[in-house]
């Protein structure tokens, strides 16, 4: 039930960027859809690592699968870092701002969320648990 709720929830973050999504993909300014390239690289990564973990009949590394995590919520600072560094407001309108944070954290959610819901496929109980402490280890 835990793995169906994550699901609809990464599914429901992406639903609510879809405009997001399409009006970055057809920007003309080179920041924007500099940043939509990127992220849509990133995720298109995590979604084909999050697809090989779940479809494996192996067992899952409860490790790589906190890697994973780990590396969609890097990329989440990183990218405001980014947006805050490279003067990036004095070229973009407070509303495109608006846009791009709210893609970013959407779209990062999703893809933590994917990653929850691989974890409750592939993991048991225990393994569960140690997901969530070196995820939480991680984050401090």
Do not use: P
């Not at 429901?12 to 999504?21: G, H, N």
């Not at 859809?33 to 298109?44: I, K, T, W």
């Amino acid at each position: 039930m835990s793995a169906v709720r994550s699901c609809i929830f990464s599914a429901k973050c992406l639903q609510d960027i879809r405009t997001d999504i399409i009006h970055l993909s057809k920007s003309a300014n080179e920041i924007k859809y500099g940043f939509y390239l990127q992220y849509r690289q990133f995720a298109e990564d995590i979604f084909h690592k999050v697809s090989e973990i779940i479809l494996s009949e192996n067992g899952c590394n409860t490790v790589e699968l906190v890697e994973v995590y780990q590396v969609t919520s890097r990329n989440n600072i990183a990218v405001l870092n980014k947006l805050y560094h490279r003067d990036a407001s004095s070229k973009l309108s407070e509303i495109e701002i608006s846009t791009v944070f709210n893609f970013n954290r959407e779209l990062s959610n999703a893809l933590e969320s994917l990653v929850q819901s691989a974890k409750f496929i592939k993991l048991d109980q225990k393994e569960q648990e140690t997901f969530d402490t070196l995820v939480e280890a991680k984050m401090s």
